[in-house]
T-cell receptor, first 114, second 114 residues
Framework: KNQVEQSPQSLIILEGKNCTLQ??????????LRWYKQDTGRGPVSLTI?????NTKSNGRYTATLDADTKQSSLHITASQLSDSASYIC?????????????FGRGTQLTVWP | EADIYQTPRYLVIGTGKKITLECSQT?????MYWYQQDPGMELHLIHY???????EKGDLSSESTVSRIRTEHFPLTLESARPSHTSQYLC?????????????FGPGTRLTVL
């Protein structure tokens, strides 16, 4: 069964600290993996996208890694800011159809305290 | 910031009412999607469209219906709302080209049925 599991479910850190969020998936065949940021009451916004051949991708203070062999990805946030408080969603796309079906994780709810 | 809009942002209605959730995008994207998301849960695809006059049901069974008469417009209708329809509804669009085919999400409509 194609699944995307994220951990931790929630995380609280102090402003300025770093954190790492985890994503494990069983989706096959694999096309790409995205990390989205979803602010409360808003739609998700794409942060990074990685294909099979990419190991790491950065977007400002966000750095995503991908290990396609172990089917794991991580999102590292450096020098956190209050505005980083949001849900971070891991999304994996397969190549099984023309739609390129997306499998969503439940997200990690990150709270940054001052 | 993606040019995809949803109205209303919040809606509270009584059981049995007919409602239409509006979604429009100005990016000229062919593909459009409707997702349903409950708090703390993953997004579930309920409808999608490849273009004008094309609509398909998604992975999660839904009593809602959609139409795609114009490229930019993808409304979702519930003929008779029930409390079980209470959820957040997210609309998205993508240009459908390339392996990435990133989906851009609207801000969502939070529906409460009393």
């Amino acid at each position: 069964k194609n699944q995307v599991e994220q951990s931790p479910q929630s995380l609280i850190i102090l402003e300025g600290k770093n954190c790492t969020l985890q994503c494990n998936y069983t989706v096959s065949p694999f096309s790409n993996l995205r990390w989205y940021k979803q602010d409360t009451g808003r739609g998700p916004v794409s942060l990074t996208i990685m294909t099979f051949s990419e190991n790491t991708k950065s977007n400002g203070r966000y750095t995503a890694t991908l290990d396609a062999d172990t089917k794991q990805s991580s999102l590292h946030i450096t020098a956190s800011q209050l505005s980083d408080s949001a849900s971070y969603i891991c999304v994996v796309s397969d190549r099984g159809s023309t739609l390129g079906r997306l499998y969503f994780g439940r997200g990690t709810q990150l709270t940054v305290w001052p | 910031e993606a040019d995809i809009y949803q109205t209303p942002r919040y809606l509270v209605i009584g059981t049995g009412k007919k409602i239409t959730l509006e979604c429009s995008q100005t990016m000229g994207h062919d593909k459009m999607y409707w997702y349903q998301q409950d708090p703390g849960m993953e997004l579930h695809l309920i409808h999608y469209s490849y273009g004008v006059n094309s609509t398909e049901k998604g992975d999660l069974s839904s009593e809602s219906t959609v139409s795609r008469i114009r490229t930019e417009h993808f409304p979702l209708t519930l003929e008779s709302a029930r409390p079980s329809h209470t959820s957040q509804y997210l609309c998205a669009s993508s240009d459908g080209t390339g392996k990435e085919d990133t989906q851009y999400f609207g801000p969502g409509t939070r529906l409460t049925v009393l």
